[in-house]
């Protein structure tokens, strides 16, 4: 008997997105290997790189953003369908992932995207890999769609915000799938923060708006701003979003179940915090680790 084909569906999330490094680490850390991996937003990404053999560039890179590093990627043009155009930020992780059509992947690769006009559902399995990763997280009113074959594409995660479809697809036998926001949606955080950027050449630590120059950043720094009393710009949007994809991932899943559901606890990390990548990578650890036996036992009844 051969064991069978595993598929990992990596779900959406923003920031939260760098537990799905950990799940993927206590993976290859218990010997256990994937066929296909698919994902939607930053699940797209986080897949893209495990297939490609580069997650560890990725960790790194996740590892090292601070709230300076996390700015210096947002090239703010809200006239091009988003506030952010995205073109930075996926330059970056492209140049980490390396620049690879998807058929040439070690892996089974997919990502999932929106086609705006239509609201139908995009798989890309194959051609410019680049365009797949910056595609599948093009979160709408945040960053801009993407053009691609005379088609306009946003977030993957608006339709299928945990994969299981697509990884059954492309013959996985059993799929372990990964929910960022389970339990999140209609949830307060209990402390929000002001953004602080670190003390630097002896000065004291200021907000991240009375350091940043220019009147682009000043916006950027007041939209990434939280307080207290009132949720900030991108958690409203992507809170919102979030809520969203929380009743179609019910939905989905409850149509299509995984073998194996893995739902770290992430709700401590706001949509933006994606200088938090070790406490997120340590939940999706954990959160697989508790999983493992079960998983175990499935690949050993098979």
């Known amino acids: 008997m051969t064991a069978p084909r595993i598929g990992l569906a990596l779900g ?10 950990g799940v993927l680490k206590a993976l290859t850390a218990a010997g256990i290997d994937a066929a296909v991996v698919c994902g939607s937003s930053i699940g797209a990404v986080v897949g893209a790189a495990h297939a490609a053999g580069r997650l560890a560039e990725l960790e790194a890179f996740a590892r090292g953003l601070n709230w300076r590093g996390i700015l210096g990627q947002l090239d703010l043009r809200p006239a091009g369908g988003g506030l952010f155009a995205g073109e930075r930020i996926s330059r970056s992780l492209i140049d980490l992932i390396g620049h690879a059509a998807i058929e040439t992947l070690s892996l089974h690769y997919g990502a999932v995207a929106t086609e705006l006009g ?27 769609p993407v053009e691609r074959d005379g088609q306009w594409l946003l977030d993957g995660g608006l339709v299928n915000p945990v994969p299981v479809s697509l990884c059954r697809a492309l013959g996985a036998e059993l799929v372990l799938a990964v929910n960022l926001n389970g339990g999140i949606a209609g949830r307060r955080r209990p ?67 995984p073998d194996i ?6 709700a401590h990390i706001s949509v933006m915090e994606f200088n938090r990548a070790g406490e997120a990578i340590a939940a999706g650890e954990m959160a697989m680790q508790a999983l493992l036996p079960a998983l175990q036992q499935l690949l050993g009844d098979a």
């Open 191 to 257: 402390q929000p923060v002001t953004a602080v950027l670190p003390a630097e050449n002896g000065t004291d630590s200021r907000s991240l708006g009375a350091l940043l120059r220019n009147g682009a950043s000043t916006l950027l720094a007041q939209l990434l701003r939280q307080d207290r009393q009132q949720p900030g710009y991108f958690d409203v949007l992507v809170g919102s979003v979030n809520i969203m994809q929380d009743q179609i991932t019910r939905t989905r899943l409850a149509g299509d179940p």
């Open 118 to 144: 239509s609201g139908r559902e995009v798989w890309l399995q194959e051609g410019d890999l680049a365009i797949a990763i910056r595609a599948s997280m093009a979160l709408p009113g945040v960053m801009a």
């Open 12 to 21: 959406s999330g923003a920031a939260r997105g760098w537990a799905h490094i």
């Open 261 to 266: 559901l893995v739902q770290p606890r992430l």
